[in-house]
């Protein structure tokens, strides 16, 4: 997670002349330096990656700087962008700061005027970011509930500066202490903070003491969004989480339910968002769960991949996680920013029950003529889907 403001900034600087990366990064002393010389490479991180400022030379081998920018500014348009050259012609400056270019300096570079310039446009990035950022919480039933539903999509959220929660309401059938501590390790992993309560498994109830926990959860996060179980599940306790979940967060704009693997057929997933650069952290989440490997076939890596693959196939990049979006308010888990499927102020049909249908219509995903032009070009990350703040 992006550290506060005042401390080290993160800047990445892509550059492949061995000798100007070394003096670049000399230059950086004090801040925490990603030095990338392959600008393809650079774009995959960046994905992921938390990231203050880029610094680049315009006169890459594998790919132009000029290039490089353009693709930048397709997937982060409040990223800061530095550009490094030795030419000084005009025309040059123009196509760099007309792509987007946030400073454009000459070699031989000034160390202090590249130190000064990352620490003013770093310090702008955080406290932009910091108006920007959301908080997030995410609900189970049991231990690895969340991790399997949105693994990727949280990762996402705390990999661009989000702050994210997880309630888990039992221990499960089995584990108990064991299973807990394995939670504890997967949001330590995820930079999320748990919340651990000890209903009975298999014995949830929609009313009290479920709703209860979570409205004490909510009242201490007030969330922006809530992901929790859908009801179209066969599980007796996520559906009683659903059920919950819907009367605690009814005046949360934006709320979603995930797939579990004992969803039903009527699970009808209205977005799709690309997780692609953050299936490794999902499978590191489940991973955690080391007690249950053996006895619960979801915690499978081929599967738990094949699926994202699956649903992928609506959109979203190579691999995507479902979402029965039942609220969304302000449209912010839509306009095809990292999803596909429209906005929509209506509930999804069996999602969350009847209190949280606002339309009587089901909502399916959005048909276009060309599949093509949803999935044009690579994703843009997945916590980009809430960045309009209500």
Known sequence: MTEAIGDA?????????????SFMTEALAGHHVIAIRDPHQALRLLESVPCDVVVTAIGLTEMSGLELLDRLRQRRTELPVIMVTAFTEVDYVLAALRGGADEYLHKPLDPGALHAAVTRLG?????QAAARRRRVLAIGAHPDDVE??????LAAHTAHGDEVAILTLTHGDRGGAELEAESREAARLLGAKLFF??????????GEPTLGAIARVLAEV?????YTHSLNDFHSDHRAVNRATMVAARRVRTVACYQS???TVEFHPNRFVGIDGFV???LALLDCFASQAGASEHLDSDLVVATARYWSRHGGGRHAEPLEVVRDRVGALGAGVGVVGAPTTAGVEGAGGPAAVEESAPVRPTVVDDPAALTAGDPIPASEILRDRP
């Open 9 to 21: 900034i993160t800047v990445m600087v892509i550059e492949d002349d061995p000798e100007s990366m």
């Open 123 to 127: 310090n702008a990035s955080r406290e």
């Open 148 to 153: 399997v539903g949105v693994g990727g999509l």
């Open 197 to 206: 309560e000890d209903l009975p498994d298999a014995q949830v109830a929609a």
């Open 222 to 226: 007030e969330p922006h969004a809530v």
């Open 261 to 263: 693997p004992s969803a």
């Open 280 to 282: 490794d952290a999902k």
